[in-house]
């Protein structure tokens, strides 16, 4: 892997990578594996850790623009259901199979092979922001990484983030933005009871039937220009009552919101509290806040982007700001951040993979933006 040549093809590393298995925040060699092919290219690595996460920042040049590419080298469980290894890296019929395939190892080893197919010579800086806990809680990663950096001077003019980007077909889309994202916990509380007494208890679920019933009959928005309507999603109602005739004495939901531009996680908080304030008593709310929403507006990295995959795949890209969280939001307060990665039909199932020829095609596209990048 140390021999510049070879990395001009992507499938080797990607492979190399994908026999690393690098659960969540495990790193089981994948940062060696990168340390080696960058440093071949001429890239100066730190490898940094943080708590039981280990991360990588490389750059190469010294002069502006500094052009970023991040992702992550963690991966989830394979599961259940794999017809191969899920980490043996295999090639079958032109296509590479294994966890972290999409995402997202195969885009890594497209960003390696995009700067071997550059050549020594590019004028400008090109960064690398690898993590080891993007698909865990990102405490300990992308933001303690951007923390560093801060603390060292270095600062990127724009970033590409490798994400899985289009839902089948490789340039059908490349993300400009993300919802934010707010976890909830309702606790409500009441006074456990016989069941056939209900008068002589205080049965705290039809109040939660009813602050349920009120956030998921109360939408949020009905869509922004560049983004849809804010979620709702019941994610848990626990009781822990394993008998009949008893009623409990509190019961606990959770919830997931997804929140656009119109909000901000604060802002949902306040709603949240003044919903359920007007509908129940005696509760409890706690509030996590996994990342605020964006937007990249157009300009020179958009077009870059867009103008890369038009040039290689002969594609206009929807400019989307859908689906889930991702370290782009940790990475939009430093620089403008686009997200262009692989097809995302597979990831995270059993049997990920990739093509070969769109390992190779995704390549190109990002050789192309680093060539057209311009500081934003």
């Known amino acids: 892997m140390s021999d510049p040549a070879r990395l001009v093809d992507p499938l080797p590393l990607a492979q190399a990578l994908i026999r690393c298995p690098s659960l969540t925040p495990h790193d089981a060699g994948a940062i060696d594996k990168l340390i080696e092919a960058l440093s071949a290219l001429g890239f100066s690595c730190h490898d940094l850790s943080f708590g039981s996460v280990r991360n990588l920042y490389a750059r190469r040049g010294a002069a502006k623009p ?3 590419f991040a992702g992550h080298t963690d991966v989830v469980p394979p599961g259940q259901g794999w017809s191969i290894d899920p980490f043996a890296a295999t090639v079958i019929d032109g296509t590479l199979f294994g966890r972290g395939a999409v995402d997202m190892k195969g885009a890594i080893a497209a960003f390696v092979a995009a700067v071997a197919r550059l050549g020594p010579d590019h004028p400008g800086s090109i960064a690398l922001l690898i993590t080891g806990d993007e698909e ?24 590409l983030v490798g994400e899985p980007t289009s839902p089948k077909k490789l340039g059908e889309a490349m993300k400009v933005g993300r919802r934010g994202s707010l976890n909830g916990r309702l606790t409500v509380k009441g006074a456990q009871g016989h069941a056939a007494y209900p008068h002589l208890a205080d049965n705290p679920l039809p109040r939660l039937v009813r602050m349920l019933k009120a956030l998921i009959d109360d ?32 019961a606990v939901a959770g919830f997931n919101i ?52 038009r040039e290689v795949l002969g594609l206009d890209p929807e400019l989307s700001t859908s689906g889930g969280t991702s370290d782009a939001r940790f990475i939009k ?20 993979r990739v093509t070969l020829a769109d390992l190779d095609r995704l390549a190109d596209v990002y050789k192309a933006v680093i060539e057209r990048v311009r500081t934003p």
């Open 136 to 159: 865990g809680h990102a405490t300990d990663g992308t933001i303690k990484i951007l923390e560093w950096m801060k603390a060292k001077g270095e600062k990127l003019d724009a970033c």
């Open 258 to 309: 997804r929140f656009n531009d119109r909000h901000s996680g604060a802002g949902i908080e306040r709603h949240l509290r003044q919903l359920f304030d007007a509908v129940g008593r005696d509760w409890e709310l706690a509030v996590e806040i996994s990342g605020e929403s964006f937007l990249t507006h157009p300009g020179p990295l958009t077009d870059a982007v867009a103008g890369a995959v």
């Open 333 to 352: 307060d430093h620089c403008p951040v686009v997200e262009f990665g692989l097809a995302g039909a597979t990831m995270h199932k059993a049997d990920e």
């Open 66 to 68: 500094v052009f970023g």
């Open 219 to 250: 939408p949020l928005d009905d869509g922004s220009a560049h983004f849809e309507p804010s979620s709702v999603a019941l994610t848990t109602i626990d009781v822990g009552n394993p008998v009949t005739n008893l009623t409990p004495a509190q």
